[in-house]
């Protein structure tokens, strides 16, 4: 049976929800505060904070709080497991392609 990271499995869970990648597609233009994070979600703002708080947990951002206002923002590097992994399956299924693409064209030429 195959290793399974638990940190990878919390960065799927993290990107599996649009809210929270529309979140991280907002903090990839530069760090914000929950307040206008939440704006164009049309969601309140404790379920907001729901979401901020898996996203943090995956490691995907950081956030801050000075005084009364809490801001976030975006941890690029969080994404390379995630990035090491799809590498790594793109390149098995690949090969498996590849190989059926020879069995074919193996049996294509026999048939002639």
């Given at each position: 049976m195959a290793k399974h990271?638990?940190?990878?499995?919390?960065?799927?869970?993290a990107l599996a929800d649009p809210t929270r990648r529309a979140i991280?597609?907002?903090?990839a233009?530069?760090?914000?505060?929950?307040?206008q994070l939440a704006a164009p979600t049309g969601l309140r703002l404790p379920t907001?904070?729901?979401?901020?708080?898996?996203?943090?947990q995956a490691g995907l951002i950081?956030?801050?709080?000075?005084g009364r206002v809490r801001s976030c923002a975006i941890v690029p590097q969080a994404l390379a497991p995630?990035?090491?992994w799809l590498d790594e399956q793109r390149m098995l299924w690949e090969s498996r392609l590849d190989r059926l693409d020879d069995c074919v064209?193996?049996?294509?030429?026999?048939?002639k």
């Open positions: 990271e638990p940190d990878l499995s919390l960065l799927f869970h991280l597609t907002r903090l233009e530069g760090p914000a505060p929950v307040t907001v904070m729901r979401h901020l708080s898996v996203l943090e950081a956030t801050a709080k000075d995630v990035r090491s064209m193996k049996l294509m030429e026999e048939r």
